[in-house]
C-alpha cells in the first residue's frame, strides 16, 4: 500500500500511527512517500498514491478531515521579539524571514497573509526542509511564519500570530473503491490521528 504525508508530521505523529497500524495489522506493507501538500494531492490524484494526509485538505477528492494545523510566528530566543506573548503579522514587515519554496502551499498562504497585511516579506533564506529551516531560525538568521515542531527544539520561540491562522488536515483517498488494506488504514487514522497530533504539539505551548 502506498501512502503518503507531509514533513511537518514526520518525526512523532504520523510514525507513532503508523506504528500502532502495523502491530493489528503486521501482514499489511506499506511503501511510505514524503512531500508538500500539493505534491501528495498530485500523486492521490493520478494514481501513484493509495491515501495520504495532506495540509491543507483537497476539494475534489474524497477527504475526512482530521483537524487542523496552528500557524505562528518563530523566533531565536535571541531575537528581540522573544518576550512577545501575541503579535499581528503588520508588525512584521520590516523583519527578514525564511520560508519555504513558493510552490509550498505554507508560502503561498504566507505571502497572501502579508500582502493582507499591505506588505511583501522580505525572505532572505528559502528552504524545503523544515528542521533545517527551524535551526536558521533559531541561529537568529531571520525569522518564520511555521506550525508547531513535533520535538522540543532548542533556542526557538513561539509567538502567537494574531487571527485565524489555521489550515486544514486531511486524509485523502483516490476516486476509485479501496482495497481493504486501503480501507483499514484508512479507518485506522480517522479514529486515532488527533490524539497523536495533539500530543505532537505540545512541545512549543
Known amino acids: 500500500m502506498r501512502f503518503g504525508f507531509p514533513f511537518t508530521l ?3 505523529s504520523i510514525p507513532s500511527l503508523l506504528a500502532d497500524f502495523h502491530a493489528g495489522a503486521p501482514g499489511i506493507r506499506l511503501h511510505l512517500v514524503q512531500a508538500h501538500g500539493t505534491a501528495l494531492v ?3 490524484r493520478d494514481g501513484r498514491l493509495d491515501l495520504a494526509v495532506t495540509i491543507p485538505a483537497p476539494d475534489d477528492l474524497p477527504t ?11 523566533v531565536s530566543a535571541r531575537h528581540r521579539l522573544a518576550g512577545r506573548a501575541e503579535i499581528e503579522l503588520a508588525e512584521l514587515a520590516d523583519e527578514a524571514f525564511i520560508a519555504n519554496p513558493p510552490t509550498y502551499h505554507l508560502r503561498r498562504v504566507f505571502d497572501s497573509w502579508c500582502a493582507a497585511a499591505g506588505f511583501t516579506p522580505h ?3 528559502e528552504i524545503t526542509e523544515f528542521d533545517t529551516l527551524r535551526a536558521l531560525v533559531a541561529q537568529n ?6 506550525p508547531a515542531p513535533e520535538l522540543p527544539y532548542p533556542g526557538l520561540t513561539r509567538v502567537a500570530l494574531t487571527g485565524d491562522r489555521d489550515r486544514s488536515i486531511g486524509l485523502v483517498a483516490g476516486n476509485h473503491r479501496p482495497t481493504p488494506a486501503v ?3 484508512r479507518d485506522h487514522i480517522a479514529a486515532h490521528a488527533m490524539s497523536y497530533l495533539d500530543r505532537a504539539g505540545q512541545h512549543d505551548r
Open 183 to 185: 480501507q483499514r488504514l
Open 141 to 146: 538568521l531571520g525569522i518564520a511564519v511555521l
Open 123 to 125: 525572505v532572505g533564506v
Open 42 to 44: 498530485d500523486m492521490v
Open 64 to 74: 475526512i478531515i482530521l483537524g487542523f494545523q496552528r500557524i505562528d510566528v518563530y
Open 10 to 12: 514526520g518525526p512523532v
